[in-house]
């Protein structure tokens, strides 16, 4: 997914966001983190991270959406 951070600030924003769930997907695929640290950090994003400033909680949906399609991916751009 390609986000034009030039655009406006929602874009740049919705570009931290998806780079940090590209960082934390990451981190489990190379076995950085559990599955189960994973899961914590997805459920409680952003509580848990800490690169972020605060902003609107994902469903668990869109969580499981995001992740799959960031593993499925690759995380390219």
Same mark, same amino acid.
């Given at each position: 997914?390609?986000?034009?951070?030039?655009?406006?600030? @929602?874009?740049? !924003?919705? &570009?931290?966001?998806?780079?940090?769930?590209? /960082?934390?997907?990451?981190?489990?695929?190379?076995?950085?983190?559990?599955?189960?640290?994973? @899961?914590?950090? !997805?459920? &409680?994003?952003?509580?848990?991270?800490?690169? /972020?400033?605060?902003?609107?909680?994902?469903?668990?949906?869109?969580?499981?959406?995001?992740?799959?399609?960031?593993?499925?991916?690759?995380?390219?751009?």
């Amino acid at each position: 997914m390609k986000v034009d951070v030039r655009k406006n600030k @929602d874009a740049a !924003r919705l &570009h931290e966001m998806l780079c940090s769930w590209q /960082q934390a997907a990451a981190m489990l695929e190379a076995g950085e983190i559990s599955k189960e640290d994973y @899961d914590k950090w !997805r459920y &409680h994003y952003p509580e848990f991270d800490k690169a /972020q400033n605060y902003v609107k909680v994902p469903s668990e949906k869109l969580s499981n959406l995001l992740t799959e399609a960031l593993l499925n991916d690759g995380g390219q751009e």
